[in-house]
Each structure stands twice: as structure tokens, then as C-alpha cells.
């Protein structure tokens, strides 16, 4: 599978991102502009020492992965409608998750219904779930399917 992270801006939740993918044999796709550095210095000063483990692509805009017929991208955001547990997924599927001050455009979502998807929140909303918590929930029910875990 992959994780897909549009813009992402807090190097924490990259940083956790990455070692959950380096722990589940999962590709890390880091499109557009990153609000952090990933030099080696930076990197190895926030104890990243597992990033050379890692699988990870980097892309300007999501409009590359999207020109790809033969990849599915999910795209997961609160504003969608679906719950992520509602689909089937695939071994290859690419999980796009938006910034996270910004989430994901409406428009991608609107325009793509069927291939968003949401995780439930209860209660009242100031903010989302953290965006590496919401990476594993989505992704671990991705393997839970795909690999039967």
C-alpha cells in the first residue's frame, strides 16, 4: 500500500508517518511544497534514523499521481461522506491524506465520492484526529484486509 501526504506541515507527524510505514512495508509519497526540512542534519536531529529504511517518492503535485490510470488513490478527509471501513481495498491503493491545517480541496471530494472516505468522529469538532493517528487507522484496516491480519 501507499500513504500519500499532500503538503504535510508538522515534521512530528511525518516523522511518525514514516516509521509506520518502514514498519509495515508501506511507501510514503510526499507531494508538493513540505513545511520542514528533510536534509540529513534535520532529519537525524529529530531521531529519524530509520528514514534510509524507508521507501518514500516525492512528487510536485497530486496531479502527477492522479495522471496514473493504474493507480487508486482514497482520499481521506472529514469531509467526506463514506466511512473508511465501507470499501474494499487493494494492495496498491494510495491513501491521500491532506495538510494538516488544511485537509484535502472539497472539490477533490466532491468530484470523487466513491473514492473518499472518512473515519467517525463523535462529539463537537474544533479540529480532526491528528493526521499520523488517522494514517494508521486507515492504513491498518487497508492490511487488516489486504494482507488478513
Not at 8 to 19: D, F, L, S, V
Not at 43 to 60: E, F, I, M, P, T
Not at 104 to 125: D, F, H, Q, V, Y
Amino acid at each position: 500500500m501507499h500513504i500519500v501526504l499532500v503538503e504535510p506541515e508538522i515534521p512530528q507527524n511525518t516523522g511518525n508517518i514514516a516509521r509506520l510505514c518502514v514498519l509495515t512495508e508501506t511507501t510514503l509519497h510526499l507531494v508538493g511544497r513540505l513545511g520542514f526540512s528533510i536534509s540529513n542534519y534535520y532529519l537525524r536531529r529529530a531521531g529519524l534514523d530509520y528514514w534510509d529504511c524507508l521507501s518514500v517518492k516525492y512528487h510536485k503535485a497530486l496531479a502527477d499521481l492522479m495522471l496514473s490510470p493504474q493507480e487508486r488513490l482514497i482520499f481521506v478527509s472529514t469531509k467526506a461522506t463514506r466511512l473508511y471501513t465501507e470499501i474494499r481495498y487493494l494492495p496498491d491503493d494510495y491513501l491521500v491524506f491532506g495538510s494538516e491545517s488544511r485537509g484535502l480541496p472539497w472539490e477533490l471530494i466532491e468530484t470523487n465520492p466513491k473514492a473518499s472516505i472518512r473515519i467517525p468522529m463523535w462529539g463537537p469538532k474544533p479540529r480532526s484526529l491528528n493526521l499520523s493517528n488517522a494514517a494508521a487507522i486507515v492504513l491498518y484496516e487497508g492490511l487488516r484486509q489486504t494482507r488478513g491480519f
